[in-house]
T-cell receptor, first 115, second 113 residues
Framework: AQSVTQLDSQVPVFEEAPVELRCNYS??????LFWYVQYPNQGLQLLLK??????LVESINGFEAEFNKSQTSFHLRKPSVHISDTAEYFC?????????????FGSGTRLLVRP | NAGVTQTPKFQVLKTGQSMTLQCAQD?????MSWYRQDPGMGLRLIHY???????DQGEVPNGYNVSRSTTEDFPLRLLSAAPSQTSVYFC????????????FGQGTRLTVV
């Protein structure tokens, strides 16, 4: 069975500092990987995704994540965070092919950016 | 284009009451799902549907019922509310294959007293 582990429940960081949010998954088959972001009192929005091809994927607001098959990881990074990045971040995995729609989520990491 | 619409946004129920959480999408997505979000537990899948007339159980289905009579609508029914069902509920939809970005509603915050 698939599972997703986000080791850090909360990550405090100062504005303009770099940040890494960790995500590890377990699966016996090829997977699709996602990062979703949830701003306060809102639903989840897709931040970035890995389906195939280049293992480094980027979002429009400066986040990036790298798929590492040997370490079964998909860590999210940003070189310089802003106050507006304060949110909860969820890593998710799905199997490819006919089951690609079924997402399994991690427990989430709350990113708290301080001035 | 409204995306995924959930109603109500907030609800307080007494133990034993029943109610239906509504979810509608206007993107012609085959796949729809319901999650509950609890602190420290992420999102857990309750029920899902891959098309009209087809539903299946997720990770935590007990105490909930669903139906999918149309592509657009996927209501979630609480049969007899319990305090353990106090949570934030999210509905999501996506295509069934290919670019399976999930689109989420704004959530329903349910309190059972």
């Amino acid at each position: 069975a698939q599972s997703v582990t986000q080791l850090d429940s909360q990550v405090p960081v100062f504005e303009e500092a770099p940040v890494e949010l960790r995500c590890n998954y377990s699966s016996s088959v090829s997977v699709y990987l996602f990062w979703y972001v949830q701003y306060p009192n809102q639903g989840l929005q897709l931040l970035l995704k890995y389906l195939s091809g280049s293992t480094l994927v980027e979002s429009i607001n400066g986040f990036e994540a790298e798929f590492n098959k040997s370490q079964t990881s998909f860590h999210l990074r940003k070189p310089s965070v802003h106050i507006s990045d304060t949110a909860e971040y969820f890593c998710a995995v799905s199997e490819g092919g006919d089951s690609s729609y079924k997402l399994i989520f991690g427990s989430g990491t709350r990113l708290l950016v301080r001035p | 284009n409204a995306g995924v619409t959930q109603t109500p946004k907030f609800q307080v129920l007494k133990t034993g009451q029943s109610m239906t959480l509504q979810c509608a999408q206007d993107m012609n997505h085959e796949y729809m799902s319901w999650y509950r979000q609890d602190p420290g537990m992420g999102l857990r899948l309750i029920h899902y549907s891959v098309g009209a007339g087809i539903t299946d159980q997720g990770e935590v289905p007990n105490g909930y019922n669903v139906s999918r009579s149309t592509t657009e609508d996927f209501p979630l029914r609480l049969l007899s509310a319990a305090p353990s069902q106090t949570s934030v509920y999210f509905c999501a939809s996506s295509l069934r294959s290919g670019n399976t970005e999930a689109f989420f509603g704004q959530g329903t915050r349910l309190t059972v007293v």
